[in-house]
Nanobody, 126 residues
Framework: QGQLVESGGGSVQAGGSLRLSCAAS????????MGWFRQAPGKEREEVAT??????TYADSVKGRFTISKDNAKNTLYLQMNSLIPEDTAMYYC?????????????????????WGRGTQVTVSS
C-alpha cells in the first residue's frame, strides 16, 4: 500500500520559516505531478503550490514566500515556507497524481484523483 507522509510542521512566530517534507513510499512514484494543499479550521481546503514536471505554480497568498521542490532520488516533495504569517496557520497536506494519463492541473483539482497524506500542522503566532 502506497503512502505519502508529511513532516516538518510546527509552531513558529510570524516572520519565521518552516520546511515541509512529503515522503512517498510503497508504490511506483513516477508521477511528477504533486502539490501542497492546506486547510484551516472552518475553511475549505485550498491549493498552495503545485509541481508539474519541474513547472511550479503558487497561490497568490504565498507567492514570493513559499517554494515547492521535488527530489526524485528521494521520492520527496518539499515546501519551503518563509516569512510566515498567522494566516498561514493550517493543516498542510501533500497530494500525488493517481493517473498519469490525465493532466496535472485536472488531477490536482479533483480530490478523488490524487493520493493524500495525513497532513502536518503549521501554526504561526503573531
Amino acid at each position: 500500500q502506497g503512502q505519502l507522509v508529511e513532516s516538518g510542521g510546527g509552531s513558529v512566530q510570524a516572520g519565521g520559516s518552516l520546511r515541509l517534507s512529503c515522503a512517498a513510499s510503497g508504490y511506483p512514484f513516477s508521477s511528477d505531478c504533486m502539490g501542497w494543499f492546506r486547510q484551516a479550521p472552518g475553511k475549505e481546503r485550498e491549493e498552495v503550490a503545485t509541481f508539474d514536471d519541474g513547472t511550479t505554480t503558487y497561490a497568490d497568498s504565498v507567492k514570493g514566500r513559499f517554494t515547492i521542490s521535488k527530489d526524485n532520488a528521494k521520492n520527496t516533495l518539499y515546501l519551503q515556507m518563509n516569512s510566515l504569517i498567522p494566516e498561514d496557520t493550517a493543516m498542510y497536506y501533500c497530494a500525488a497524481q493517481k493517473y498519469t494519463d490525465l493532466s496535472c492541473t485536472y488531477s490536482l483539482g479533483r480530490s478523488d484523483l490524487v493520493y493524500w497524506g495525513r497532513g502536518t500542522q503549521v501554526t504561526v503566532s503573531s
